[in-house]
Structures are given as C-alpha cells and as structure tokens.
C-alpha cells in the first residue's frame, strides 16, 4: 500500500513546503489605477465623444460611462421582470403559429410554433427591455453628473477625504 509524501496534521506537521513566500513578500492587489495598469475599457470612443460637448472632458467620461451601464442594467432588470407576461405571449405566439402552420404540413407545424413563439416573446420582451434601459440610463446620467471627481490633490469636490487608500 503506497502512503502519501505530505505529512498529515495528526502528526503535528506542516502540511506545506517550507519554500512558499512569506505573505508580506507577495504583490498586493488594489483596485486603484496605476498609470502603469491598463485601462479595464477603452475609452477612447467615449473620450472622442466628450470632445464635441462643452463640459468638462472628465465629467463627460463619467457621466457617459455610468448612463451605459446604467442603461445595460435597467434592460436586463427590465427584461426579467416582463418574463412571466412574455412566457405567456410567446405560448400564445406558438399556438397562433400551430394554426397558421396546418396549410403548410409538415414544415409548417414546426417553423410556425418557433415563429410564433419568437414573435409573442419579442412583443412583450423588446418594448420592456427598451423602457428599463431608458430608466436606467436617466438613472445612470444622473449618478454620473452627480458623482464628486477626484482632484489632482487625491481628494473628491469638496471633501476632505482622499480618493485612493493609502497602501
């Protein structure tokens, strides 16, 4: 019967190598940009943009970034609170299709239920999905245009508190 190389615990040792790094000598992660890190999106389309309005170029940025997001998350919010009504629709969508199908036996009974379905779906779905993505862009402009910038000083308008941690 073949034992393992690592010792166990009951034994009262190290389960680990020894040679592993201390943890003070590992890279700490932090969630402040650098100017050496990448930016996370390119934001060069968004920069262009911001060139043609008269605003502040960085609050442009801001308030442009935040509407996207918020607008990305109104629709998927939207989209799920509408699925009941559009799983109903496209039921129905596909019965419709089941019966405007028959004349076209056999492919009829198959593509007409899809189509159907896809139809009554996208009826209830799409508008929902436009609407929350609406609400969540105003709400999105709204936080972007209201959000205190950082300042060359590392403090925020106004504040006295710095933007970035010290470690």
Do not use: K
Not at 127 to 149: D, E, Y
Request: glycine residues 12%; hydrophobic residues 50%; charged residues 10%.
């Amino acid at each position: 019967m073949a034992t393992a190389d690592w010792p166990s615990h009951e034994q009262g040792q190290n389960p680990f190598p020894a040679d592993l790094p201390a943890a003070d000598s590992l890279p700490r992660l932090t969630l402040v940009d650098t100017p050496d890190s990448p930016p996370a999106v390119d934001q060069r389309p968004i920069q262009a943009f911001c060139e043609y309005v008269p605003v502040d170029p960085r609050r442009c940025t801001v308030t442009a970034v935040d509407a996207a997001v918020g607008a990305a998350i109104g629709a998927g919010i939207a989209a799920g609170v509408s699925a009941p009504v559009a799983i109903a629709a496209a039921m129905v969508g596909a019965g419709a299709g089941f019966v405007a199908g028959i004349p076209f036996l056999p492919t009829g009974l198959v593509v007409g239920p899809l189509l159907g379905a896809a139809v009554g779906l996208a009826v209830v779905a799409g508008p929902a999905a436009v609407l929350g993505g609406a609400l969540g862009a105003s709400i999105g402009m709204i936080v972007g245009i209201t959000t205190p910038l950082p300042q060359e000083d590392g403090l925020t308008d106004g504040s006295a508190v710095p933007t970035a941690s010290p470690n």
